[in-house]
């Protein structure tokens, strides 16, 4: 991995903090700019009084000077504005056993890491797992993602999202999907392109509220701009399908990713999945700086990747959510303690949180491309890596072009 970033931090511990290593020095960033991405994933109807107590922004801790990275590894923090009302309950010291017991969790609740955890870790209270399994944690990974999205920025990528699908509501986007994506998604409640479902899907929302339910949707990530021949077919670690998959299945509560069409792709015939090539002009290639090589697609079914590599084409995912697992109207579980049949414990949680799952996923696919950017790029420098990028794309399809009009194969 070139671009690596890890995480810490409790869902109501003191914060969470996040390192990200591998960007080139001189990259240019600001607080705002990462602010703005933790913003957008508090927002979207649906979400918990939690949104309401935080304000999620990060204090610089290592690797940023002058509003440029050194390229040391970045450290950021978080802090849990919550963390005043649990200072007690989640103390890192030896606590008196009666605030231990204190929101104690000892009905684990389906689909949850509850039980699986505690019986994996050897715990008694399922807050020790559930703390850390929160998709509170999804704060730092957006904060690490928009460092990549600004690395990605600086070579014309442009990574967005939209809702697809929620509470089992479909949203039918335009065929051209707006440019740029997030403006147009972050002005609905619910980030879909379809304002004649929005109220429909904030009312089922309510519906599923009221009943003490919660629901899941399905996002799509787009990347735009991004070059052909990042990730390769030689081996199953550098396939850049693979690496996006393996991402966005690590988000809480994610169940399935397509890459492009997807499923569909399965029930169809070949010629109705694979995307035609043609000469971007009419002449054949190359054409100077251009990110395909001078080819272009008359459809995008592979959703921009062939073999594992960028094709050029935009970058589709789409990502399937379960309904968060808290329930107000909980399921039969057992309790921990007694042993007993039980109702699971309910703690304050999202009727959805789809909308913001497209900001979590937007900055996944951000690190998987700046990685394979860094990859296939390197560079010690902004100016070392945009050199090499340069350099790539000018010679994109030369060898082949070079060959034209000579002697025949
Ligand atoms: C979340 C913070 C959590 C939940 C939600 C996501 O806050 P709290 O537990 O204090 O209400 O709103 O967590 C879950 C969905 C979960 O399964 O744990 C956040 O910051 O995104």
Redesign the pocket.
């Known amino acids: 991995m070139h671009l690596r970033f890890s995480t810490a931090g409790e ?2 511990g003191r914060a969470l903090v996040t390192t990200v290593e591998g960007l080139p020095a001189g990259l240019p960033i600001s607080a705002q700019w990462v602010d703005r991405d933790l913003a957008r ?2 927002q979207g109807y649906g ?5 309401k107590i ?1 304000r ?1 922004r990060i204090e610089w801790l290592a690797g940023v000077r002058a509003g440029e990275t050194l390229g040391s590894p970045v450290a950021m923090l978080i802090s849990n504005r ?1 963390w005043s009302n649990w200072e007690d309950v989640m103390a890192h010291e030896a606590a008196e056993p009666g605030e231990l017991r204190r929101r104690r969790v000892s009905r684990p609740r389906p689909g ?1 890491a509850d039980l699986a955890g505690v019986l994996k870790y050897d715990r008694l209270d399922a807050r020790d797992i ?1 703390e850390r ?4 944690e ?2 730092a990974r957006v904060a690490a993602g928009a460092l990549a999205r600004r690395l990605l920025a600086e070579f014309g990528v442009e990574v967005g999202s939209h809702v697809v699908s929620l509470g089992g509501i479909a949203a039918a986007p335009p065929a051209e999907l707006p440019v740029p994506l997030n403006d147009a998604a972050d002005r609905s409640e619910v980030r879909v392109l379809d304002p004649a479902v929005e109220s429909e899907i904030i009312r089922r929302i309510d519906e599923a509220k009221r009943a003490g339910d919660t629901l899941g949707g399905e996002v799509e990530v787009v990347a735009r701009g991004v070059v052909v021949g990042l990730g390769s077919h030689v081996s199953w670690d550098r396939k850049l399908d693979g690496r996006l998959a393996g991402m966005l299945m690590s988000i ?2 994610v169940k399935g990713v397509e890459i492009g069409l997807g499923f569909q792709a399965a029930r169809r015939l070949g010629s109705a999945v694979h995307d035609p090539i043609e000469p971007r002009g009419d002449a054949l290639p190359p054409i100077a700086g251009d990110l395909r090589g001078g080819f272009r697609r008359r459809s995008n079914n592979a959703g921009g990747l062939e073999g594992g590599i960028t094709t050029g084409e935009p970058v589709v995912a789409r990502v399937a959510m379960k309904p ?3 329930l107000m109207s909980p399921l039969p579980t057992v309790d921990l303690a007694s042993g007993l049949p039980a109702n699971a414990q309910s ?4 009727v959805t ?1 789809v909308p ?1 799952m497209g900001v979590i996923a937007e900055a996944l696919v951000a690190l998987v491309l700046g990685d394979a950017m860094l990859e296939k790029f390197g560079g010690d420098s902004l100016g070392e890596m945009r050199r090499n990028y340069d350099g790539y794309v000018a010679s994109l399809g030369s060898r082949w072009a070079a060959r034209r009009g000579g002697p025949e194969d």
Request: net charge neutral; hydrophobic share 30%; aromatic share 0%.
């Open positions: 869902s109501h994933r508090m979400r918990g009084a939690r949104m935080e999620d919550d949850h559930l399994a929160s998709a509170r999804t704060t809480p509560a968060i697992s808290t703690e304050r949680s999202d949180a913001a």
